[in-house]
């Protein structure tokens, strides 16, 4: 079985401060991990996603995350919140292969204060 | 061009109805599935479909019958509509060699 849970379902940071969102996994294999973003009234987006290759990992629009398998930890960060990055984020987990079934946290409504 | 297009994306519908959502990827993509995301946000696979094959199928009421015609579609058929099936739906699918998953944006149900 696999889980994820993601720390604090709401999260402000003023513009220009570093974004820190939470994710830790549970899982019986080596895991894939995903980082998804949720604008209003929209899809889900591919941030970014980790596959056992480097444990750092870069994403669009200057997002990165850092697979520590020690802590089970796949947390999201950006040096410097901008507006337009409010929206709702996900973190996932799939343990299969082809990573074809995810598993969802609860997401983390980010803020930004001007 | 919209890769993965749900229709429709806002339904307003009675308790006891029976409805569908259509979906659609542009992608080549041979695997595609629904999710559904509850009022507390969480996303939970329903179904998954390769090459119009059947291949996951998690606890779903059987009210809910997903259909692919083809590769490029999977439509979602819901009966006697109940009040909890109020949520997001989204289609996506995947190449099954990969494992990104691309997300349509999304169908709002409200059953009243």
């Known amino acids: 079985a696999q889980s994820v849970t993601q720390l604090g379902s709401h999260v402000s940071v003023s513009e220009g401060a570093l974004v820190l969102l939470r994710c830790n996994y549970s899982s019986s294999v080596p895991p894939y991990l995903f980082w998804y973003v949720q604008y209003p009234n929209q899809g889900l987006q591919l941030l970014l996603k980790y596959t056992s290759a480097a444990t750092l990992v870069k994403g669009i629009n200057g997002f990165e995350a850092e697979f520590k398998k020690s802590e089970t930890s796949f947390h999201l960060t950006k040096p410097s919140a901008h507006m337009s990055d409010a929206a709702e984020y996900f973190c996932a987990v799939s343990e299969d292969n082809a990573g074809n079934m995810l598993t969802f946290g609860g997401g983390t409504r980010l803020m930004v204060k001007p | ?112």
Not at chain 2, 4 to 11: A, I
Not at chain 2, 71 to 98: M, P, R, T
Request: with cysteine; charged share 20%.
């Open chain 2, 1 to 112: 061009d919209t890769a993965v297009s749900q229709t429709p994306k806002y339904l307003v519908t009675q308790m006891g109805n029976d409805k569908s959502i259509k979906c659609e990827q542009n992608l080549g993509h041979d695997t595609m599935y629904w999710y559904k995301q509850d009022s507390k946000k969480f996303l939970k696979i329903m179904f998954s479909y390769n090459n119009k094959e059947l291949i996951i199928n998690e606890t779903v009421p059987n009210r809910f019958s997903p259909k692919s015609p083809d590769k490029a579609h999977l439509n979602l058929h819901i009966n006697s509509l109940e009040l909890g099936d109020s949520a997001v739906y989204f289609c996506a699918s995947s190449q099954s060699v990969g494992n990104t998953i691309y997300f349509g944006e999304g169908s709002w149900l409200t059953v009243v």
